[in-house]
């Protein structure tokens, strides 16, 4: 079973910096896509950041774009979102995301993803 642990979610002032993590652990970590989303009240899960098995390629939404770094470390098992310069419209549910197909270009739609995280609550104060 896979499972996807997130952590490092909280308040912040804008212009403030989070980092999240991402633990997963019931399969083999360097083969799997991986990647950030989130939701805010009302609002479709959207895509923030994907980087594939490889980390061959990586991917940002526009709105987080030279703002937000995803990486990740096979040793540890673990994948990261630093966030910097935060705004009031990151404010949302930040989700974990891992999937098993193997691609040279990180995918951004949701059904590309078979495993989740509960979710970790990102809120930014103006």
């Known amino acids: 079973q896979v499972t996807l642990v997130e952590s490092g979610g909280g308040l912040v002032q804008a212009g403030g910096s989070l980092r999240l993590s991402c633990e997963v652990s019931?399969?083999?970590?360097?083969?799997?896509?991986e990647g950030w989303f989130r939701q805010a009240p009302g609002k479709e899960r959207e895509f923030v950041a994907v980087?594939?098995?490889?980390?061959?390629?990586?991917r940002y939404a526009d709105s987080v774009k030279g703002r937000f770094a995803i990486s990740r470390d096979n040793a540890k098992n673990t994948l990261s979102l630093q966030m910097n310069n935060l705004k009031p419209e990151d404010t949302a549910v930040y989700y974990c995301?891992?999937?098993?197909?193997?691609?040279?270009?990180?995918?951004?739609?949701?059904?590309?993803?078979?495993?989740w995280g509960q979710g970790t609550q990102i809120t930014v104060s103006s």
């Open positions: 995301a891992a999937g098993r197909a193997r691609t040279m270009v990180a995918r951004t739609s949701t059904g590309d993803y078979e495993y």
């Open positions: 019931g399969y083999t970590f360097s083969s799997l896509s």
């Open positions: 980087i594939t098995s490889s980390g061959g390629d990586i």
